[in-house]
Every structure is written in structure tokens, then in C-alpha cells.
């Protein structure tokens, strides 16, 4: 099914309205907001490309991937004013979600990469590459998800640089057709 992101758009809260109506983990967003820092590189990268993009995220406010991420995109849209995030329930629109599963699964949060003109770029999530990687190969080896702990650790000593680097990649993507096949960015070193 093909996705009519110009009549999604509008549907979707801006990420500060998602935020403020959250009644799940509010306060965490809103720390992870105001602790988030985003380097220079990752502002310059941006503003270089003169375009504008359109973040669509699928998320919901209790997913702590979520709470990790998508603050940094938000304060990268917040600091280059080329960037705009809102927010598609996933709840709320499984039809949607159906479109960007992850090893079969409803995995949040999904960010779709859009230009200016609300065609598709490509699409990450549910996290960065290596720590799926990593969360991959745990669950291979014990048959269970890592205890999220250890995820929220690995995200406090990645500082956000892993999602950058990964969702900025797709900034340099041309519109296609969209395949919603998952992702391959591999990680770059920070």
C-alpha cells in the first residue's frame, strides 16, 4: 500500500504538541530534551543542504528508543529551523505502521525522512544500527531482549550521535518509490 504522506502530514501532532499531551513518560521527553546536545557537524550538515525536510515519526509516548532519539531530532530541528518533527501515533494508525515493521514487529519509533515536498527520503529506526545489532545478537544468545537498562546505558554514552548521523544520511537521498524495506545505514564512528 502506498503511503499519502501529504495527507498524513497534517494528521501527525508537532513534536512539542506530542510531548505536552504525554501522559506516559512526560518528564523524561522533556529531560531528555533540555540535556540533549547536537554538534556542530550536525547542524552545519543541515543548513549546507539549503532544503527543508519533514520528519514523520511514529511513535508513542512510552517508548523509551523513543524518549532516547527523537529529542535530538527535535532539538537539531530546533537549532536549524531546516528540519520540522511531528509525531503519527502508532497506535492510532497501524496502517501506517504496517509499512515499516521491524523483524515482523511493530517497532517504535520509526522516523520517515521527507522532503520539502512530503516525498519520501527513506526511513530509520527503531534505533541506531549497532545497538540493534547488539540487541540482536543478546536476544540470539539468551532468547530475551537485553534488560532495558543496559539499552538506556548505551544510549546515555552515545549522546545522540548514532541516530544523527544515520537519519542525516538520508537527507542525501533522492525521492523513489517507496520500498519501506528497512533500513541498511551501517553506523558511522563517532
Known amino acids: 500500500m502506498a503511503l499519502d504522506f501529504r495527507t498524513l502530514w497534517p494528521k501527525a501532532l508537532p513534536y512539542h504538541e506530542f510531548v505536552r499531551r504525554a501522559t506516559a ?26 532544503e527543508k525536510y519533514n ?26 529551523r531546516n528540519i520540522e518533527v511531528r509525531v503519527l501515533l502508532r497506535d492510532t494508525h497501524p496502517e501506517v505502521m504496517d509499512q515499516y515493521l521491524t523483524d515482523g514487529a511493530r517497532a517504535i519509533p520509526i522516523v520517515i525522512v521527507l522532503n520539502r515536498h512530503l516525498d519520501e527520503l527513506g526511513h530509520w529506526g527503531p534505533r541506531p544500527s549497532a545497538l540493534q545489532d547488539w540487541v540482536r545478537s543478546e536476544r540470539a544468545k539468551t532468547g530475551m ?46
Not at 512526560?26 to 543542504?49: D, K, N, S, Y
Not at 514523520?56 to 530541528?77: F, H, M, N, Q, R
Not at 549522546?159 to 537521498?173: F, H, I, M
Open 25 to 50: 513518560n512526560r518528564e523524561l521527553w522533556e529531560g531528555m530534551e533540555r540535556i540533549a546536545q547536537v554538534p556542530e557537524w550536525a547542524i552545519a550538515a543541515v543548513r549546507a543542504t539549503g
Open 55 to 80: 520528519l514523520l515519526v511514529i511513535a508513542e509516548d512510552w517508548c523509551g528508543d523513543g524518549s532516547s532519539t527523537i529529542p535530538y531530532l527535535a532539538k537539531l530541528a530546533t537549532l536549524t
Open 145 to 190: 531482549k537485553p534488560a532495558y537498562p543496559r539499552i538506556r546505558s548505551w544510549y546515555a554514552r552515545d549522546k545522540g550521535v548514532s541516530t544523527l548521523r544515520e537519519v542525516l544520511a538520508l537527507l542525501e537521498k533522492k525521492p523513489s518509490a517507496a520500498s519501506h524495506q528497512p533500513s541498511t545505514v551501517a553506523p558511522m564512528a563517532s
